[in-house]
C-alpha cells in the first residue's frame, strides 16, 4: 500500500503541473484575444500553439485520471483476490484435516 501512495503523490503532482500549466495558458490565451486585436503571423502562430497546447494538457490531465481510476479498481481486484485465495487455502486445509480424520477412523474401524 505504501507504494500506492508513492505513485499517487506522484500523479497528484504531475495532474497538479498540468492543471497549473493550463491555466498558465489559457490566462495567456484570453490575453492574447483581449489585448492583440491586429497581431503578426509570429505572435498568432504562438498563440495557435499555445492554444493546442492548452488542449493537449486537458486531454493528458483526463487520461491521468482515467489510469488513477483504472489503476485503484485493479488493485482493489487483486486485493479481493488474495482474499479469495486465502479463503479457499484456509478451507482447503481443513478438507485435508477431516479427510486425514475420516481415514483415520474408517482404518480404525477395519482395524477392529
Given at each position: 500500500?505504501?507504494?500506492?501512495?508513492?505513485?499517487?503523490?506522484?500523479?497528484?503532482?504531475?495532474?497538479?503541473?498540468?492543471t497549473?500549466?493550463?491555466?498558465?495558458?489559457?490566462?495567456?490565451?484570453k490575453?492574447?484575444?483581449?489585448?492583440?486585436?491586429?497581431?503578426?503571423?509570429?505572435?498568432?502562430?504562438?498563440?495557435?500553439?499555445?492554444?493546442?497546447?492548452?488542449?493537449?494538457?486537458?486531454?493528458?490531465?483526463?487520461?491521468?485520471?482515467?489510469?488513477?481510476?483504472?489503476?485503484?479498481?485493479?488493485?482493489?481486484?487483486?486485493?479481493?483476490?488474495?482474499s479469495?485465495?486465502?479463503q479457499?487455502?484456509?478451507?482447503?486445509?481443513?478438507?485435508?484435516?477431516?479427510?486425514?480424520?475420516?481415514?483415520?477412523?474408517?482404518?480404525?474401524?477395519?482395524?477392529?
Amino acid at each position: 500500500m505504501e507504494e500506492k501512495g508513492k505513485g499517487s503523490e506522484r500523479w497528484g503532482g504531475a495532474i497538479a503541473n498540468l492543471t497549473e500549466m493550463s491555466s498558465n495558458l489559457e490566462s495567456l490565451q484570453k490575453l492574447l484575444l483581449k489585448k492583440a486585436v491586429f497581431v503578426d503571423e509570429e505572435t498568432f502562430a504562438r498563440a495557435s500553439l499555445t492554444a493546442e497546447q492548452a488542449r493537449t494538457i486537458k486531454i493528458l490531465q483526463q487520461r491521468v485520471e482515467t489510469l488513477e481510476r483504472e489503476l485503484d479498481a485493479a488493485i482493489t481486484a487483486a486485493a479481493r483476490a488474495r482474499s479469495e485465495k486465502r479463503q479457499a487455502e484456509t478451507a482447503q486445509k481443513a478438507a485435508e484435516l477431516r479427510t486425514q480424520e475420516i481415514t483415520r477412523e474408517l482404518e480404525n474401524t477395519t482395524s477392529i
